[in-house]
């Protein structure tokens, strides 16, 4: 990994001060942080999403063409808390990056931890609440490097932020009428959403990423899923099925799907990202 980032960046040196033209240029890391940029910078703004539909994030390797867009952004913006370990080292080297850094991390307060790592859990993102705090942080720093843009920008963060807290209604409106809420997940992506909308991450079928549970770890899921009558095991769109499938099949919980990223037709953008996961979290449980 560490070689295929120094030939990546040997390669964006070459070709300083790239421009993709006039108005603000931005880079994000995941599809949810890019609608609240083009959102609030408005349509000047050119935004370009490094993750691609479907892919993993944590599996996640820079192409060139990926280096030449951070090369030639006035902002790059990511999620932090560990979550783009590449993208660290990559800013502190890229001399051909024309603005900075924006870490959206810096502004989320009450964190979880990752299991049993005791690392912050990056995900907070699946949280509409923690989102507006997001944006704002977004709006200040945009209007620090266009103060010029001062008034569209706060108004556009505005009017985020009020379709950031009817989703949040929505979602909890969707969700209240549960009956059961207990669920597994895939992998430990759910806890700020689960905090918010008073559900039970219950346990994770993947604990180590890109590792198969061990035989031990999955007999004790298969017990706690029959002992606490649990009604829901989902995988994710990033990743395969069989797993919650076999468990499904073997305890009589229901499989579903939900997805941490989206940028694909039907939840291109964050909103219908979450109504999707808030629809599939209840169909799943039966309600």
């Excluded at 808030?278 to 449980?285: E, I, M, R, S, V």
Aim: glycine share 8%; with cysteine; aromatic share 8%.
């Amino acid at each position: 990994m560490n070689t295929i980032i120094s030939l990546l960046m040997a390669a964006v040196l070459l070709v300083p001060g790239l421009s993709y033209g006039k108005g603000i240029t931005v880079t994000v890391t995941i599809p949810p942080i890019a609608t609240l940029v083009e959102s609030i910078a408005g349509a000047d703004a050119r935004v370009f999403i490094l993750l691609k539909a479907g892919s993993d994030p944590h599996s996640y390797e820079p192409s060139p063409s990926d280096m030449k867009k951070i090369a030639g952004s006035d902002l790059v913006v990511s999620v932090g808390f560990g979550f783009e370990r590449w993208l660290t080292k990559i800013l502190e080297s890229n001399e051909g990056n024309r603005g900075g850094a924006l870490d959206c991390s810096v502004v989320v307060k009450d964190t979880i931890a990752l299991g049993v790592s005791g690392d912050v859990n990056p995900h907070y993102w699946l949280d509409p609440v923690i989102m507006i705090d997001v944006s704002r942080h977004i709006s200040s720093v945009l209007t620090e490097q266009y103060p010029n843009r001062k008034e569209e920008i706060e108004k556009n963060r505005d009017s985020l932020i009020s379709k950031l807290q009817s989703l949040d209604g929505e979602i909890r409106a969707r969700l209240a009428r549960l009956e059961h809420r207990k669920f597994i997940a895939f992998h430990s992506a759910w806890d700020y959403f689960a905090r918010r909308y008073n559900l039970v991450q219950a346990d994770v079928i993947e604990t180590a990423h890109e590792k198969e549970p061990s035989a031990k770890h999955f007999a004790s899921l298969i017990r706690k899923i029959r002992k606490e009558k649990i009604r829901a095991v989902f995988t994710e769109a990033q990743s395969s099925s069989r797993l919650a499938k076999t468990l499904a099949e073997e305890t009589g919980a229901r499989e579903g799907i939900l997805d941490t990223i989206g940028g694909v037709r039907g939840r291109a953008d964050y909103f219908s990202l979450m109504r999707f996961n808030a629809d599939q979290l209840g169909k799943t449980f039966g309600e």
